[in-house]
């Protein structure tokens, strides 16, 4: 760990690994992968996608299409 910190130095921060944050790494490190996988994935409702179990289009541009006018901006769906 002694050798990470000294590398994040180099890149210009002030190479300290506040405590809280090794102490954190570490509990979650010894957590069993199932344990893991439970809490790593945060189930956020999305408006109008999660509301029918799913769609099919014919085509890419018919998905797409749908996006920009049925999603909401924020979702980050509408071409750029």
């Known amino acids: 760990m002694q050798q990470r910190t000294q590398e994040r130095g180099a890149e210009g921060d002030s190479g300290e690994i506040p405590a809280e944050w ?3 790494f570490e509990a979650a490190a ?3 992968l199932r344990a893991r996988f439970r809490y790593a ?3 956020t409702y999305k408006p109008v996608l999660d509301d029918e179990p799913f ?3 014919d085509t890419t541009a018919d998905y ?3 996006c920009e006018e049925a999603l909401p901006v924020w979702l980050g769906y509408g071409r750029v």
Do not use: D
Request: proline share 0%.
């Open 41 to 43: 994935f945060i189930k």
């Open 64 to 66: 797409r299409r749908w």
């Open 30 to 32: 010894r957590r069993s």
């Open 22 to 24: 090794l102490a954190e």
């Open 55 to 57: 769609r099919a289009f």
